[in-house]
């Protein structure tokens, strides 16, 4: 399917000012035709042809259209496309076309069909308090953005995690839109969490070793927590090829919501706590052994005090137990000899 713009049907101010001329012109000659068949007794040609008017002025009344910045208006005639319109103006159509939308009565979380239930959010935004708003079958080309619910998927290691993400897109064919696909929005949001299943299932929640995240064959670093760019341009990626047919555009992809799922995120907690532990304990006798290296390094260095293996030892366990332990230590005096 390919889109037809109509761009040259700004002319539905000139029809509307002939129609009105019309309704003026039959109204005119009913009501002149009528008087001279009472008073003269002429023909009633000049009636009839006035109530002819007045049946028939209506007629083009359907064809005029308006449209707003960033909207746009397709049109069948007698089930066959026959064109769209796009831009801001006043147009005149074909009485007899009609206009499509399958996705018009269709409400999912995105910015243009947000409901509104505060009267006072109503007024403002000049939708009915009751959050119904009056669909109609245009379709806008705004920038918009489909915010899913929130999934459960496995990432590459198993563990589930939780993950929602924010999608920007707008349409740029009308035609394919409304004709190659039953509903564009609900086949953009399914679309949406195909494409997060697969790209997700590539993925570590956080960095793993041995885990190949890109295909190449090769391990690396790339995880959901610290790849998070990454994965999000993946999965533009993913659900652009998807929508290409719908004629939809992808502008961005981000991810809004990341976290363990609720039945192991306590053990990841915990894990992860171990790990940070594990890690510090790590750093702390590092730093202790090289102060014990440095400390008997300047002994000999100095000659203050011929030390053997034994008191070596002796002194090295003191120190350690000093800088490793997790409270201030409680020094025992010797006022004696060592032995």
């Known amino acids: 399917m390919t889109e037809k713009i109509l761009s040259t049907r700004k002319n539905g101010m000139a029809v509307l000012l002939l129609v009105i001329l019309a309704f003026i012109a039959g109204l005119a000659l009913t009501i002149y035709g009528g008087i001279r ?6 023909s009633p040609a000049l009636m009839v042809i006035g109530i002819i ?16 910045p960033q909207e746009a208006l397709v049109l069948t005639l007698f089930g066959k496309y026959v064109g769209t319109l796009k831009g801001d103006g006043f147009y005149f159509v074909n009485p007899f076309c009609t206009s499509v939308n399958p996705a018009a009565k269709t409400k999912l979380n995105q910015s243009g069909d947000v409901k509104t239930a505060n009267p006072v959010m109503a007024a403002m935004t000049n939708m009915p308090a009751n959050g119904v708003e009056i669909a109609n079958n245009k379709i806008s080309l705004k920038v918009m953005t489909l915010n899913n619910n929130r999934q459960k998927i496995n990432d590459c290691l198993g563990n589930p995690v939780e993950i929602g993400i924010a999608v920007t897109w707008r349409i740029v064919d009308t035609a394919k839109a409304v004709f190659n696909v039953d509903n564009y929005k609900e086949f953009l949001s399914l679309q949406c969490d195909s494409a997060l299943r697969n790209i997700v299932r590539l993925y570590p929640y956080d960095i793993a070793p041995n885990v190949d995240t890109t295909g190449d064959g090769i391990a690396d670093e790339g995880s959901l927590r610290g790849s998070s760019d990454t994965v999000a341009i ?12 719908a004629g939809i555009e992808i502008v961005e992809a981000r991810i809004t919501y990341l976290a363990y799922a609720p039945e192991i995120a306590a053990v990841m907690l915990q894990r992860q706590q171990a790990s940070a532990i594990i890690d510090a304990r790590k750093m702390i006798v590092d730093g202790a052994v090289g102060m014990v290296e440095m400390a008997l390094e300047r002994l000999n260095e100095n000659n203050v005090v011929t030390l053997d293996e034994e008191r070596k030892a002796a002194m090295v366990s003191n120190l350690l137990v000093v800088l490793c332990g997790n409270h201030d230590a409680q020094p025992v005096v010797n006022s004696g000899s060592l032995y």
């Not at 068949?37 to 002429?42: A, L, P, Q, S, V």
């Not at 993946?234 to 047919?245: A, C, G, L, P, T």
């Open 37 to 42: 068949m009472d008073e003269y007794g002429d």
């Open 53 to 68: 008017i007045l049946c028939a002025f209506w007629i083009p009344i359907p064809g005029l259209k308006v449209l707003k």
């Open 234 to 245: 993946r999965i533009r990626d993913e659900i652009q090829q998807r929508v290409n047919e």
